[in-house]
């Protein structure tokens, strides 16, 4: 699948927990991401009509620089002790995976987006992964991946 099309979304309050990666580090094997998901499985406290957010915000520069990934959901209360980030409104490229094993089709589409022909268009402001029901099934899931991009 891949780019699906452009969508307004209004100001949004996450909360979740948080590190400080890269795409380098990530790609050299000492990379954050992996021990985050085990880390948010632990302590999910999600409720269950709620999608898990992956976040990826406080960009260093764009791709290439240090950014805060972050695990948990969109919400108006937060608790205590978890990470509060507000993301502004903006204008977002939606991407929607193929369907595959998460891992698989998490990674392809951010491929895509890499090499989008419009990536200029970046903010770097905050984009984010979807994951809903159609990730239930982890071999045979489908995410939705939301890019920050200038009106």
Known sequence: MSFSHFEYLDKKRFTGISTVTSNAEEASGRGKIAAMWELFSKQNAIPPTSN???????????E?????YSIGTFAEQCRDGQDVITLPA???????????RVEE??????????????????????????????????????????VAVKK
Request: no cysteine; glycine share 8%; aromatic share 18%.
């Open 52 to 62: 898990v957010i992956a976040l990826y915000s406080q960009y260093e520069t764009d």
């Open 64 to 68: 290439h620089g240090t950014y805060s």
């Open 90 to 100: 903006s204008l977002y490229a939606v991407f929607t995976s193929r369907r595959g």
């Open 105 to 146: 089709v998490v990674f392809e589409t951010w491929q895509e987006i890499w090499s989008w022909k419009e990536k200029g268009l970046r903010t770097y402001t905050g984009d984010f992964e979807v994951y809903d029901e159609r990730t239930a099934d982890s071999g045979n899931a489908q995410v939705t991946i939301y």
